[in-house]
């Protein structure tokens, strides 16, 4: 049985909106408010919006927007896969997240026409966009909806194992079941192709998905492109320090023409 529904193979040619439909039907499951630390992104992310308007990118199931709505930040969210945006919706609080179904990778298309002081992509978001123009174009995206004064924080995990070939990683065992990943890493696109296999009393799932992972550094490049600059860099949302070694990246950034803005 394959979670996409039509025996896709790692890299054959993945639509856009593929991640969701691949996944929508047990994000939730996987992916609990507490996975990867999102209660503290909630949080941070309030300090930032400071009850104001924020826009996230890659909105997903509103994993991260129902909460920070919840604390009274009005929260606007972009997704490409009308089947996580139908989960937000039938959770409890997702009237509280005004939806909008687009290609945040799609200038052209992506226009909300309005800005606000917040523009946020959080969990692997930037990732799940598997070709590196694209992803470029999503900055650009993010930069168009931001106010003067405003930040984008972009949060993701630092590339790892990410020698050539297939190794198998992401093990995850509960009492009801048994997940891992085979992934194929090509360094030079850096491009993963990700077969996530799922055991369970019901039998074996299998999920196809491809990302492509990016460097802080090509990040802040892509960033500069949009203009945008950097204004801070920590590993994660308490505010540790980058490090070598780090497991996460949060980047904020300001637009390069916005005066009088704060650091930070
Ligand atoms: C890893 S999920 C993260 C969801 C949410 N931010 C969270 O923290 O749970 C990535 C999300 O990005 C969305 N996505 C991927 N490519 C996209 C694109 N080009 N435009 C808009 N959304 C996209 C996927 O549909 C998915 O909902």
Redesign the pocket.
């Known amino acids: 049985m394959t979670g996409d529904g039509k025996g896709t193979r790692p890299g054959s040619g993945h639509a856009?909106?593929a991640?969701?439909n691949t996944?929508g039907a047990v994000?939730d499951d996987w992916?609990p408010l507490e996975f990867?630390h999102?209660a503290e992104?909630v949080e941070a992310l309030a300090r930032y919006a400071g009850r104001a308007e924020a826009l996230?990118?890659?909105?997903?199931?509103?994993?991260?927007?129902i909460p920070l709505a919840r604390r009274g930040v009005r929260v606007h969210g972009?997704?490409?896969?009308p089947?996580?945006l139908e989960r937000l919706r039938a959770k409890p609080g997702g009237h509280l997240v005004r939806t909008v179904l687009?290609?945040?990778?799609?200038p052209g298309a992506?226009d909300l026409g309005r800005r606000f002081p917040l523009v946020y992509?959080?969990?692997?978001?930037l990732?799940?966009?598997p070709a590196q123009g694209?992803q470029a174009a999503?900055l650009t995206v993010a930069a168009r909806h931001l106010a003067p004064g405003g930040r984008l924080v972009v949060d993701h995990q630092m590339p790892a194992d990410v020698a050539p070939g297939i190794s198998v990683r992401h093990f995850h065992a509960t009492d009801d079941q048994i997940r891992f990943s085979l992934v194929d890493c090509d360094p030079v696109t850096q491009v993963m192709k990700r077969r996530t296999v799922a055991v369970t009393d019901d039998g074996v799932t299998s999920y196809s998905s491809v990302i492509r992972y990016v460097w802080p550094a090509e990040l802040d490049l892509m960033a500069a492109a949009a203009g945008l600059v950097l204004t801070a860099r920590r590993a994660d949302w308490a505010g540790t320090p980058m490090r070598p070694g780090s497991p996460g990246c949060v980047s904020v950034y300001r637009h390069r023409t916005h005066e009088g803005d704060p650091a930070g």
Request: aromatic residues 14%; contains cysteine.
């Open positions: 856009p909106d991640y969701g996944f994000y992916y990867a999102g992104a996230e990118l890659g909105v997903g199931t509103g994993r991260i927007a972009v997704d490409i896969s089947v996580m687009a290609d945040m990778a799609d992506c992509s959080v969990f692997n978001s990732f799940c966009i694209r999503s």
